[in-house]
């Protein structure tokens, strides 16, 4: 256990539905990540925070995905209108920014599936 | 993942060594990680390298070599539970991107 929680853990849903997921990162943690992996591959970028604010989208992200993070502290990924491509494991992490070593830790995923 | 290459698959015998490489392009670079990953969980981080040179600890060890875009991660003395997805993950720009994946198989 790295600290960081989310929530769901499993997420199956239908086509068209739209799901909502949650990241506790690590309380001191100011930097907040979201990542996608699918079978095969290692984590993809999606959009990462510094305390509230959201500082980059991926190009890959498209605008039915839309992440906030409120109060610098928990933060929440919505995927809007779900296709079956986005079945995967959404990833979120946490780090200390500071100068030098940061170590991203990684909760244990939400695992999505649609149908 | 974005020009960040690694084996796919390695398989080695117990008590064994394997070395896992790793290839990137430069542009942008500010740092080289390696993650474990057992199937189905989140990765845990292993090693970091920003420097060019050998980073030990314990049965793991990880490389750099900045001006060839290249590291290796060296597994000593393995064990079953070293059979994994390991992640090399090249820093740039404040975020990581990680390649594909090297699945070590360990066999008895």
């Known amino acids: 256990d790295t600290g960081v929680s989310q929530d769901p853990r499993h997420k199956i849903t239908k086509r068209g539905q739209n799901v909502t997921f949650r990241c506790d990162p690590i309380?001191?943690?100011?930097?907040l990540y979201w990542y996608r992996q699918t079978l095969g591959q290692g984590p993809e970028f999606l959009t990462y925070?510094?305390?509230?604010?959201?500082?980059?989208k991926s190009r890959l992200l498209s605008d039915r995905f839309s992440a906030e993070r409120p109060k610098g502290s928990f933060s929440t990924l919505e995927i809007q209108r779900t296709e079956q491509g986005d079945s995967a494991m959404y990833l979120c992490?946490?780090?200390?920014?500071?100068?030098?070593?940061?170590?991203?830790?990684f909760g244990p995923g939400t695992r999505l599936t649609v149908l | 993942g974005q020009n960040i290459d690694q084996p796919t698959e390695m398989t080695a015998t117990e008590g064994a060594i394997v070395q896992i490489n790793c290839t990137y392009q430069?542009?942008?670079?500010?740092?080289l990680f390696w993650y474990q990953q057992h199937a189905g969980e989140a990765p845990t981080f292993l090693s970091y390298?920003?420097?060019?040179g050998l980073e030990e600890k314990g049965r793991f060890s990880s490389f750099l070599s900045r001006s060839k875009g290249y590291s290796y991660l060296l597994l000593k003395e393995l064990q079953m539970k070293d059979s994994a997805s390991y992640l090399c993950?090249?820093?740039?720009?404040?975020?990581?991107?990680f390649g594909a994946g090297t699945q070590v198989v360990v066999t008895p």
């Open positions: 992490a946490s780090t200390l920014q500071i100068a030098g070593f940061h170590e991203q830790f």
């Open positions: 309380s001191e943690h100011n930097r």
């Open positions: 925070f510094q305390n509230e604010a959201q500082l980059e």
């Open positions: 430069t542009s942008g670079f500010n740092g």
């Open positions: 390298n920003v420097l060019d």
């Open positions: 993950a090249v820093k740039r720009w404040g975020k990581l991107q």
